[in-house]
């Protein structure tokens, strides 16, 4: 599978497709065998954050596929529980060790927002977290650092203040929520932007009917995708890719996650890319309502 890899302002490349690794249920095993089925099919990026209690069992897929000789790359997440600036190495090391791995090739702020383990507001500002980023970056535990779930202003005043520059910022971004303004404002900062839920609506995951979106019904979608010989999601995914964005399906389905990856043997002209602009209806999958009432909520 041949496909594009991103530039990060720190000098790395970043392959522009991830596997997403986010269930709110999964069975023993699945997390593992999920992974170890995306690096076979092709994934060299993968998507895993503390909160997800998951690590060791991603980590398990990626040394089983190292020790075949598939891989040597991964990608993470930092949540946030460990915003206190002398919180973030050891949080990442904590990480590692699940992992089994040495360092990690991108780390990232999940929420501008601080919390601890019981949900409360710490009220710690992420430029404090950030300086335990950048002490991370210094001991080699990761090549690049980043940011989720910021929204321009908050990019704008962490930039300011930054000695080493976040290279990403991950945020929903899907047909239903086309996020025009913050992706050009991320990309005029060389901060890529990187899409989580992308299949939005699509999804199966996402069955509710929000009344006015049509994204799995309507026809103009079904031509797009039988003139390819694509799905829905294919083409949603492929929307993303030609607006340069990249992006983190996540399947634990085996032909899922290899149909996800194939996406980079077609092209959509400007009229369809403009069929896939008309579903937007700024809606978020995930609005992350219960955390609203926190300092540096971003929406
Ligand atoms: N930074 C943040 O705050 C957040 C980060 N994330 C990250 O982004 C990743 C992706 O986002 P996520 O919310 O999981 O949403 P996605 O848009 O990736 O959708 C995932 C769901 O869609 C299903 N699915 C996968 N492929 C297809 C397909 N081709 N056709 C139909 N359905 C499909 C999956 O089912 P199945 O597995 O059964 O195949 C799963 O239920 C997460 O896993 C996580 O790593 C997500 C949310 C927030
Ligand atoms: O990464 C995440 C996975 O999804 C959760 C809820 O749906 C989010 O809150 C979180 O940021």
Known sequence: MVFNNIKLSSGYSMPIIGLGTYARKADPGQFRQGVEWGIDAGY?????????????????????????????????????????????????????????????????VH???????????????????????EE?????????????????????RLINAAKIKPVVNQIEINPTLTQYKLVDFCKKLSVVPVAYTPLGLISDARPEFIGKDTIKTDSKLADIAQKYG???????????????????????TKSRIEENLDIFNFELTQDEM?????????????????????????F
């Open 44 to 108: 060299r990026h993968i998507d895993t954050a503390s909160i997800y209690g998951n690590e060791q069992e991603v980590g398990e897929g990626i040394k089983n596929k190292i020790k075949e000789g598939t891989v040597t790359r991964e990608q993470l997440f930092l949540w946030n529980d460990c915003h206190a600036e002398s919180d973030v190495v050891p949080s990442l090391k904590e990480s590692l060790a699940k992992l089994q791995l040495d360092y990690v090739d991108l780390y990232l």
């Open 230 to 252: 694509k799905t829905r999601a294919q083409v949603a995914l492929r929307y993303l890719v030609q607006r340069d964005i990249a992006i983190i399906p996540k399947s634990f």
């Open 111 to 133: 929420w501008p927002f601080s919390i601890n383990a019981n949900g409360e507001d710490t009220g710690i500002d992420y430029l404090e977290t950030w300086r335990g980023m």
């Open 136 to 156: 991370a970056v210094r001991l080699g535990l990761t090549k690049s650092i980043g940011v989720s779930n910021f929204n321009e202003a908050q990019i704008e």
């Open 274 to 298: 403009a069929i896939m602009d008309s579903y937007n209806l700024n809606h978020r999958c995930v609005p992350a309502q219960k955390f609203s009432g926190l300092s540096n909520f971003p």
